[in-house]
């Protein structure tokens, strides 16, 4: 009994405490492998090409509407500061729960992406950046 707590509390805190992000404020994790209550998830920010990326977001204070867009560009390892930038994929999503959202890309390009989600009422200021590494 006292193993199943720890491993629960484990699953719980783990990405807490690995990712920077808490309870508080809104986040994005990132994983190769589905999130599911049963299974957990096995949290990363680095990836092979043509490898499932799952993530999750989170909002505890919930989004304002129930859509948000999510946008991904993909920065170049040896671009500058303004330049080196691919814009990649911008998606309105419907949210099924205000708090939280989750899907997948399979990027096939190495660099560095940057995923960011907006409040649908304001597409000027994201709610929620993250950032990730895709690599051979």
């Known amino acids: 009994m006292h193993t199943k707590i720890f491993i629960l509390a484990a699953l719980i805190l783990a990405p ?17 492998t589905p999130f599911s209550k049963e299974l957990g998830y096995t949290p990363q920010n680095i990836f092979k090409k043509g490898e499932k990326i799952h993530y999750l977001v989170y909002n505890p204070k919930e989004f304002k509407t129930r859509l948000v867009k999510v946008q991904v560009f993909r920065k170049d390892n040896d671009a500058d500061e303004f330049f080196g930038y691919e814009y990649l994929y911008n998606k309105t999503v419907e949210l099924k729960n205000k708090k939280f959202h989750t899907d997948f890309f399979v990027i096939n390009k190495k660099g560095y992406y940057i995923f960011q989600i907006f409040e649908y009422t304001n597409t000027l200021k994201p709610v929620i950046k993250g950032i990730i590494r895709v690599s051979d």
């Open 16 to 32: 807490l405490l690995f990712t920077g992000c808490d309870r508080e404020n809104p986040g994005i994790i990132f994983s190769s």
